[in-house]
Each structure stands twice: as C-alpha cells, then as structure tokens.
C-alpha cells in the first residue's frame, strides 16, 4: 500500500493557467511597448498576449495554398490520360 500523495486534492501538475517567461527585446522596443501598455491602460503581459494572439491569427493559413496545391498535383498526375484528352475535347465545344 503506498502512501498518502504529496500533492493537494484537485491539484493537476499538466496545466497551468499562466506561464510566465523570460524575453529579450531591444530596448525601444520595449519602450514602446510600455508606451503604448500605459497609453492603453493594460499591463505589459496582456499587450504581449495581445501581439502574440494577432501574430499567430495573421500566420494560421501560412503554407495552406503550397499545400493544396500539392494534392492537387498529385490527384492531376493520377488522371487517365485517355479520359483527359476526352475532357479537354468536351470543353473545346462549350461557350464560356
């Protein structure tokens, strides 16, 4: 029988609300921030919150089109060769 667990009732040690962290920036940088963290009211830990959140939002699609593009490259080198030539003669009739 083991013995009683140091840690409290209801304690999960995989998360954390907050993690804290340590950067380096170049000074104006930094004066900026503060500048601005001041101006707006917010501490300097939600202004950072802020910029990181907007970075990862405007960078969510990077590499998606070199992705699809991919895939369709692959499904396009499957295509029969016959049924292509069929395509390409079907579409020469149509009005665009």
Not at 11 to 20: A, Q
Request: with cysteine.
């Amino acid at each position: 029988m083991s013995g009683p667990s140091p840690l409290k009732a209801g304690y999960d040690s995989g998360y954390t609300p907050v993690v804290k962290t340590a950067i380096s920036i170049p000074d104006p940088l930094f004066k900026a921030a503060e500048a601005l963290a001041n101006r707006l009211g917010i501490s300097r830990s939600r202004l950072y919150s802020l910029a990181i959140e907007r970075f990862l939002a405007d960078h969510r699609f990077d590499g998606v089109t070199e992705r699809l593009d991919e895939v369709y490259c692959e499904v396009a080198a499957g295509v029969d060769p016959l049924l292509e030539r069929i395509q390409a003669i079907t579409l020469e009739d149509e009005d665009w």
